[in-house]
């Protein structure tokens, strides 16, 4: 109503109903739990509207949390763990609150017992290469990296 245009962000700025899984087992050390939250800083360098919905899990979902570009440098403050790993109850948190993600990234070293697809797009970034690919969802390897 002033006549002012002012510029908007566009759709390709944000990454929607993303849902990150965060292994925090005791295999997963503070140096990973780094690694890892530099993998989100790396998304809300790329898309920097998103929102993320960090799930932090060992044997089962010890605490959630979300977070944006505006909570860098991400520290995973929330981070809970140091039991054994399941996959599950992710998967199970994810259909319990209704959610329908786009795709859900789950950083892990894959030392567990693999649950059925979830039926949407899973990434798995896998920080060690012991362990086989789920038969699911898109592996990526960052042991090299990591």
């Not at 109903?17 to 140096?31: C, L, N, P, R």
């Not at 959630?64 to 570009?69: G, L, S």
């Not at 199970?92 to 697809?117: C, K, Q, R, S």
């Not at 798995?124 to 990296?145: E, H, K």
């Amino acid at each position: 109503s002033a006549g002012l245009c002012l510029p908007s962000l566009s759709a390709s700025q944000a990454l929607v109903d993303v849902i990150v899984a965060i292994d925090t087992s005791s295999s997963i050390d503070s140096e990973l739990l780094s690694f890892m939250a530099g993998v989100c800083e790396d998304l809300f360098a790329a898309y920097p509207q998103t929102l993320l919905r960090v799930v932090y899990c060992d044997s089962e979902v010890r605490s959630t949390e979300e977070i944006t570009i505006h909570d860098c440098p991400v520290t995973f403050s929330q981070a809970q763990g140091g039991g054994l790993t399941r996959f599950d109850p992710v998967f199970d948190w994810v259909a319990e609150n209704g959610y329908h993600p786009t795709f859900l990234l789950y950083m892990t070293d894959l030392e567990g017992p693999i649950p059925e697809d979830p039926g949407y797009p899973v990434i798995w970034l896998a920080i060690d290469t012991l362990y086989p690919t789920p038969p699911f969802g898109r592996r990526i390897d960052l042991s090299s990296l990591a």
